[in-house]
């Protein structure tokens, strides 16, 4: 079977040359970070938890804006909102 890429790295770039591409938001991406590596790198232990992040969906489950919210608390209880969201 040909395949009409070579490497990984021949198609990543391939995928994002294309002009429509070029506009793409990145909320998804930060917000994992966030999520995922905020606790692993808080050396003085100060965090108690991390959310995952929580998607700007309408009851219905529907797509509502490209928002991002995590919500965070401090080992004292002291809860607090981050929110990731394309400014335009």
């Not at 770039?13 to 002009?19: I, T, V």
């Not at 692993?40 to 489950?61: C, F, M, N």
């Amino acid at each position: 079977m040909s395949h009409p890429f070579q490497n990984m790295d021949e198609i990543v770039n391939k995928f994002f040359a294309q002009p429509a591409f070029a506009k793409l938001a990145y909320c998804d991406y930060i917000a994992h970070l966030i999520s995922k590596e905020l606790k692993a790198i808080d050396s003085e232990k100060l965090l108690s938890s991390v959310s995952r992040p929580q998607y700007d969906v309408g009851e219905d489950g529907s797509f509502r804006s490209t928002k991002k919210t995590i919500e965070i608390e401090d080992r004292f209880g002291t809860k607090y909102r981050v929110t990731v969201e394309k400014v335009k």
